[in-house]
């Protein structure tokens, strides 16, 4: 909250990494500084990550990925309507403002906008897009080193492995082949002046928002005005908030559950995670259209998911984090640093399936295909999505729905690719998996078909997953609210403050989902 320490310090703490890259002279000065700005979270070129075993669900292997784009996804760089071509010079102008805060001459600054534009369209251009990365299969390529050293012999991954200090592997994961083979082409070919500049960029833009006003008021004139359509900042307490969230989730996640989070509230939504799990294996039953042996193997599935509510069970240790009260630019990048460590470390080791991908503050939930779980943290939990003052028709509409949503996550076109262990391993019958694709495309066509602001239409197959939930999630807490009501005897038709009980169920719905949003964000992006 300390603006005026913040302005004092300008741009100093940027400086002595600012240096280093200013002193890349070769390919090895390169490997070393990406492996440096990867150990502080700062996204260049490619990413390095733990990655379960897509045969072996219960370890982590090396996995590389593409990344190191400014434009939230590979589409940016390429369509050719009017709109996405202005968000092209939007962003380049953006780019040379960044570098004229830091003092770069408006000549130079556009010259160094120009040579990274280059580099992160050649990336994009070696990318997969959003759609296509949706088939898990299309992601899985088992190398051996010198297979990837043969991919991309011009950036020593054996060095960059050594670098970022990863466990010793012989085989990794390379998730899109064709991309590492784009960063070779970049390390040999491209001048060490546009090199430079790139991942300057890339160091300054992950910065921003720990710099002085003139920056953080830049970077959210582009990334927050102009792609998302916000008219203003947040007050900057929430956005502090914000960042302890991202950089100390689980102790900050430790105080937000003392707060908020009851052993109450814990155990209705356990008993509704059961009852919704229930009508989901009655619902499988019923299928006209799935064989017996395919439904066999569905309910070995759904009885093997991991329910996992509120917070974790062992906190994450931070106590090797330095926070000091005067440096918040100092503060992000130590605790980016014990991030990254923490992630590299997990290679070659079990999968830890008590940690979390969400912290408990985040209103969010989850399916994770890789261990087969569901996961509803502690923010989700609360009013709109939950409340022991609401009665259960309205819990069942909000919440209920968000738990059939992450159940049946297991089961879209690529949750249902993984078994009960999370395995990428088909277990379906044949002529089951066609008909499922052939049902599948009713949804496809129909999301096709919505246009939610003129001239954008939604990706039906992009957004496949999220539809299939949606629907699956609100029929199956449809389904368990009515069980429910007959247990207690209840007629659906009984009004209680004017409304029947479906109408407060889906008035529930509605209001978990109300929320404000602009025409800008029309972007084919997906959510959890
Ligand atoms: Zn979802």
């Not at 090199?195 to 970077?219: G, I």
């Not at 908030?241 to 209705?268: I, M, N, P, S």
Request: charge should be negative; glycine fraction near 6%; include cysteine.
């Amino acid at each position: 909250m300390n603006e005026a320490g913040i302005e004092a310090r300008g741009t100093t703490p940027l400086q002595p990494e600012l240096d280093r890259i200013a002193q890349i002279k070769d390919q090895r000065g390169l490997l070393n500084e990406v492996a440096r700005l990867h150990k502080f979270q700062v996204d260049a070129f490619f990413g390095f990550s733990p990655l379960p075993d897509p045969q072996n669900a219960a370890m982590n292997i090396a996995n590389l990925d593409q990344a190191g784009l400014g434009l939230p996804e590979k589409d940016f760089y390429f369509r050719t309507d009017k709109k996405s071509e202005e968000i092209r010079q939007k962003y380049v102008a953006h780019i040379a403002k960044m570098f004229t805060l830091l003092g770069a001459t408006p000549a130079d600054a556009a010259q160094k906008a120009t040579a990274v534009m280059a580099i992160e369209t050649g990336l994009a251009k070696a990318s997969l897009d959003v759609t296509a990365r949706r088939d898990p299969q299309s992601l899985i390529h088992s190398l051996s080193k010198q297979e990837l050293a043969a991919l991309s012999p011009h950036f020593n991954f054996d060095e960059y492995f050594v670098q970022v200090q990863s466990p010793e592997f012989s085989k990794l994961n390379v998730a899109v082949p064709d991309f590492m083979k784009q960063v070779s082409v970049f390390a040999a070919g491209q001048s060490l002046a546009d090199l430079r500049d790139y991942l300057s960029w890339r160091y300054l833009s992950a910065s921003a928002r720990m710099l002085p006003k003139a920056f953080f008021d830049e970077n959210f004139d582009f990334f927050g005005r102009t792609l998302t359509g916000a008219l203003e900042q947040k007050p900057r307490w929430k956005r502090c908030v914000a960042r302890t969230d991202d950089e100390l989730g689980e102790a900050l996640g430790r105080k937000f559950v003392e707060k908020t989070f009851g052993a109450e509230g814990k155990q209705r939504t356990l008993d509704m995670v059961h009852e919704i799990e229930h009508e989901m294996a009655v619902d499988i039953e019923a299928l006209t259209w799935m064989s017996p042996a395919t439904k066999k193997e569905a309910q070995v599935k759904l009885q093997a998911v991991a329910n996992k509510i509120g917070y974790p069970d062992q906190w994450r240790d931070y106590s090797t984090v330095k926070i000091d009260a005067g440096d918040f630019f100092g503060n992000w990048y130590r605790a980016n640093e014990f991030e990254s460590h923490r992630q590299t470390v997990k290679i070659a080791k079990a999968v830890d399936r008590n940690e979390w991908g969400m912290t408990p503050p985040t209103v969010n939930a989850y399916y994770d295909p890789t261990q087969n779980n569901i996961n509803f943290p502690a923010g989700i939990l609360q009013p709109p999505f939950f409340s022991n003052q609401s009665g259960d028709p309205a819990n069942y509409g909000a919440i209920g729905a968000v738990i059939g949503h992450e159940l049946t996550h297991g089961f879209d076109d690529e949750g249902r690719q993984y078994d009960a262990k999370g395995n990428l391993k088909d277990w379906w019958q044949k002529s089951d998996a066609d008909e499922f694709v052939k049902l599948s495309e009713c949804f496809v066509n129909e999301y096709g078909g919505f246009s939610p602001v003129t001239g954008v239409e939604l990706n039906g197959k992009l957004t496949l997953g999220e539809n299939a939930a949606d629907n699956g999630g609100i029929r199956l807490a449809y389904l368990a609210l009515l069980d429910d009501l007959t247990k207690k005897s209840v007629v659906v038709s009984t009004k209680v403050d004017g409304y029947t009980e479906d109408q407060q169920f889906f008035l529930g719905f509605a209001q978990a989902w109300c929320e404000n949003q602009r025409p800008e964000v029309c972007t084919p992006l997906c959510s959890d």
